[in-house]
């Protein structure tokens, strides 16, 4: 016997299924009727024993399909889960390898500065020796250069010249009046030990100027230290 599910104010009835009644059982097995009561219960407790069986079944097969998915599900989140997280410590892993070769970058990039910065301080000063050694070797062979420097030297300064004093180191001072004593009896030469070798000032009545080999050298020295990129300042505080 079905029962037919009825339907109303928003709810749903499950059906209920009667268990068969004793008549139609004993008009299917005439045996039954000797006793009754016995074949009632019996009908009834099979009659449970298939509810309870469906019941199981029912509720393995459920939990079968609720495990079958949960498991796609928690699959599937797992696998965001841990896509997420993997592309996240990729990321940062990623950032860290990067900030260091940044760093490696850099410590290069001073590296070859500062490398570069030193060769051309070393250049500078074997530009700066060697000129020095040829000086002092031109001087040593030519003193009276020093003369030629005055005379072009007092042709630029101005006014009255009036008495001239060409102030010298003294051994260079003895040298030129050795080698041409004729020139330098045109001058007035006075040995200064306050100069070194290589150095000369031109003394007028109103002016007074260095034209020294150092001064020049040191001017020189200072175009080249700039066209070079050069501090020329920490250039001599690291020589002296």
């Not at 889960?81 to 940044?102: I, K, N, P, V």
């Not at 020139?183 to 260095?210: F, K, M, N």
């Not at 020294?212 to 001599?236: I, K, N, P, T, Y």
Request: one cysteine or more; charged letters at 30%; proline letters at 5%.
């Amino acid at each position: 016997m079905r029962i037919k599910v009825i339907k109303g104010a928003g709810r749903a009835w499950r059906p209920f299924r009667f268990p068969p009644r004793y008549s139609v059982v004993a008009e299917q097995n005439p045996a039954a009727e000797a006793d009754p009561a016995a074949l009632q219960r019996a009908i009834a407790e099979g009659f449970q024993e298939g509810l309870e069986r469906g019941y199981q079944e029912g509720l393995e097969q459920g939990r079968e399909a609720g495990q079958r998915e949960g498991f796609a599900q928690g699959r599937e989140a797992g696998y965001r889960e841990g896509y997420a997280q993997g592309s996240a410590e990729g990321q940062t892993r990623f950032e860290e390898a990067a900030q260091t070769l940044s760093q490696m970058v850099a410590q290069f990039e001073r590296f070859q500065k500062d490398f570069d910065q030193a060769r051309r301080k070393e250049l500078l000063e074997l530009v700066r020796k060697v000129a020095k050694q040829v000086i002092r070797i031109e001087l040593t062979l030519h003193p009276t250069q020093l003369l030629a420097l005055a005379e072009e030297a007092l042709a630029t300064m101005p006014g009255d010249l009036g008495e001239v004093r060409i102030l010298l180191n003294p051994e260079e001072c003895a040298r030129i009046k050795d080698i041409a004593p004729e020139r330098s009896a045109e001058w007035r030469l006075v040995p200064d030990e306050r100069l070194p070798l290589g150095e000369c000032r031109v003394v007028t009545a109103h002016a007074e100027a260095d034209i020294g080999c150092q001064q020049r050298l040191d001017s020189c020295m200072e175009a080249l230290a700039e066209h070079l990129g050069v501090d020329e300042d920490e250039q001599l505080e690291a020589e002296s």
